[in-house]
């Protein structure tokens, strides 16, 4: 597909897309990560397309509400480890590569400029965690978990996860969340404000419906600026540490704690 010469939405089936299913039921846009084989574990190419999608809602003015969700059992369990083991591990200069299309996708969606929704359907792991709070509201089912486990993988959860968890669960709660690695159960989620609401699966769908109704029915450009400014605290946040964390995180790929921590995790997946 050649570079568009002005900001013009596409058609979805026009867009190559492989990683990801992107789907426009105005006013809806539906994102969905659809590698349900490694539980929708991020590749290189996985977090390309969802920039490409979010970029293309945000010239969408029939689009305005986007729903991110996981194919099969999952919402997304992070970085696949399989593909870190193969091709970032031990090449800092790569794995620099690889986050910068980490940031891009999070900077794609957090400036769509139009509402963000996640269902939360599964497992919602590490990066998982981190996609569903760039967005703006998150519905979860209630049987499902969060959690986060770069330390027990040798990957510092700087990509939201150190940045955000303070502003939307406190200070301890975030420490709680990151350093002890633990599941946090839909239903403390909702309670410790990680997501909006954790209802029963069966009600998840409908729920999800509402809530695009009735962001749907709200002014675009009033929105959009609404959402610019309720995005101060987390965007002072990301800018003020990301890039040295893409900088760091590069340079730790060098190192033994993550090529040990990663070996570790395939073994006892094998």
Sequence with gaps: MTEPSRPEPRDPSELGLEAIVYEKTPPRATITLNRPDVLNAFDFRMLR?????????????????VVVTGAGRAFCVGADLKSWSADYLGKPGEYWKWFGAFKDMHDRLREIGKPTLARVNGACVGGGNELQMACDLAVMADDPFIRHVGPEHGSVPAGGATQWLPIMVGDRRAREILLLCEEVSALKAEEWGLVNRAVPREELDATVDELVEQLAAKLPQTVRYTKQQLNFWRDLAWHETVNHARDWLALSMATDEPKEAVKSFLDRKR
């Design 49 to 65: 397309e969802i920039a490409r999608a979010c970029e293309d809602a945000s010239w969408d003015d029939e689009i305005r509400v």
